[in-house]
């Protein structure tokens, strides 16, 4: 299991962007599965996308053609680009393995004002 480290998150207005990066610990990274996920105040975590090791992608839901996940395998990182964000996108966003494994990083909070 890769340990992993969040960055990128802030306080934005409705329409902004932000980019998220997950930095990970290990050579198991290139292999695996990457997910982003976030939970949102007094809801569930979820999953928001996930890259395989070969670089093919998935998003679920609002994520559609607003975010784009990506990984840079040399680096151990994964980004989300996350485009015209909503209030609703407000949440701490995780990255963890996909599916997902019982340990999580700290998350980096993201706040979209309207």
């Known amino acids: 299991q890769v340990q992993v480290v969040e960055s990128g998150g802030g306080l934005v207005q409705a329409g902004g962007s932000l980019r998220l990066s997950c930095a990970a610990s290990?050579?198991?990274?290139?292999?695996?599965?990457m997910g982003w996920y976030r939970q949102a105040p007094g809801k569930q975590r979820e999953l928001v996308a996930y890259i395989t090791s070969g670089g093919t992608t998935n998003y679920q839901g609002s994520a559609k053609g607003r975010f784009t996940i990506s990984r840079d395998n040399a680096k151990n990182t994964m980004y989300l680009q996350m485009n015209d964000l909503k209030p609703e996108d407000t949440a701490v966003y995780y990255c963890n393995e996909y599916p997902s494994m019982n340990s999580w990083g700290q998350g980096t909070q993201v706040t979209v004002s309207s």
């Open positions: 290990g050579p198991a990274f290139k292999v695996l599965r």
